[in-house]
């Protein structure tokens, strides 16, 4: 298990409140509303105990003291997040109008960028209080706001790909043959946990043809010797997200099913080669959709190549084709090209990669060869 890094300061915290305020004001933007969520984490360190229907909003402009606006009953919380002493808070009680209170923070006539979480109530409750205003989602207005990690994030991100490593070696030693996917998949839980994940977001165990549908849910289907087996697993452990993906057999692969994964770990590695700072988003698509459709199975081929990480485990950037977005040193995101052949099996291999100086590294390191599982 690896050991905790230093938690994050009000300074910290302070920086990307003004890092946020300024990227908000060069797009053209009065400001931003982050509503509770993983940017309001990001941002301050402060994640609501409840979800709660009582407005909830920090305020980031240019020139302007970063306020956190919170329900009475929930300021002595917010003043214990790490980032409180970077920020004002200015409270409502029940009974009183948030959005009168938070009025006046705001341009009567600006366009604002919102977090994509923001209720839509609260939203209406702005529109009609501040008819002037206008409001765009953060991820079209700001799309790389939380995409270049410091170096402590990239620690963050390093220790958790390291723990769901671990697991994954550790998972090659249960029995798979005769047992549910449920089963393996709460294996696989277990030890993420054993590892150091606080959080687990998804264990995806999809045996034989349910390793056809990328996203299939570990269900009530035993394994069978002769199944390919899709693994895809992650979580958070320090607050930064894991997610690796790899493509076991239960027993000896037929020569199909090898070809197959050598095809796709072969269009992963050419993804993962093609990072490269000033490279296109869409370049990393590119590159691995370019090997398997050249052996022919392109159009099985059917999800985009990889998306961010961080805070989440799915963010941006996105690698898909038409994103533009060159890659900056300190971005990351997950290279996971797959083949997917209905009613049949499915193969899917996964590395978060990080943009370097001079190209990329990979936060997995666990061998991407097919492993041979009982």
């Known amino acids: 298990m690896s050991s905790a890094p230093a938690p994050f300061t009000a300074d910290d915290y302070r920086a990307r409140m003004e890092r946020a305020a300024a990227a908000a004001a060069d797009a053209g933007l009065a ?12 941002l301050t360190g402060y994640r609501p105990t409840a979800d709660t229907e009582r407005l909830t909003l920090l305020v980031l402009a240019a020139g302007q003291d970063p ?13 214990r997040a790490a980032g409180a002493p970077a920020l004002t808070l200015r409270d409502w009680t ?12 705001l341009d009567v006539s600006g366009r604002f960028g919102v977090s994509d979480n923001a209720w839509a109530m609260h939203l209406l409750g702005f529109q009609q209080a501040l ?19 410091d170096e402590a994030e990239l620690e963050r991100l390093a220790a958790a790909g390291a723990a769901a490593d671990a697991a994954y070696e550790e998972i090659q030693k249960v029995p798979f043959a005769g047992r549910r996917e449920t ?4 294996d696989l839980a277990d030890l993420l946990r054993r590892f150091g994940h606080a959080q687990v977001d998804f264990t995806v165990v999809g045996s034989g043809p349910n390793g056809a549908n990328p996203h299939h849910e570990a269900g009530d289907r035993v394994i069978e010797r002769g199944d390919m087996v899709v693994l895809d697993f992650g979580g958070l452990l320090h607050g930064y997200g894991s997610d690796t993906s790899r493509t076991v057999h239960v027993g000896e692969p037929t020569a199909e099913e090898q070809r197959v994964h050598d095809v796709v770990r072969e269009a992963q590695a050419a993804g993962c080669a093609a990072v490269r700072p000033d490279a296109a988003c869409q370049d990393i698509d590119r590159a691995a959709r370019a090997v ?28 898909i084709e038409g ?14 090209p797959g083949i997917y052949l209905p009613g049949r099996f499915g ?19 666990t061998a991407r060869e097919m492993a041979i599982v009982d």
């Open 183 to 186: 089963d393996v998949a709460g």
């Open 292 to 319: 398997i459709t050249e052996f022919g199975y392109g159009e099985y081929f059917i999800h985009r190549t990889g998306h961010g990480i961080g805070v989440t485990t799915h963010e941006p950037p996105y690698m």
């Open 67 to 79: 306020v956190l606006v919170v329900p009475t009953l929930e300021a002595p919380d917010a003043a």
């Open 131 to 149: 008819p002037g205003t206008s409001y765009v989602s953060l991820t079209q207005a700001l799309p790389m706001l939380r995409a270049v990690k």
């Open 94 to 105: 029940d009974g009183k109008d948030p959005y009168a209170v938070t009025a006046p923070l």
């Open 31 to 42: 400001g931003v509303l982050v509503a509770p969520g993983p940017d309001l984490v990001w």
């Open 323 to 336: 994103e533009e977005q060159p890659l900056v040193p300190g971005m990351c995101f997950s290279v996971e």
């Open 347 to 365: 193969v899917r291999i996964e590395d978060i990669v990080t943009v370097t100086e001079d190209g990329g590294r990979r936060l997995n390191t």
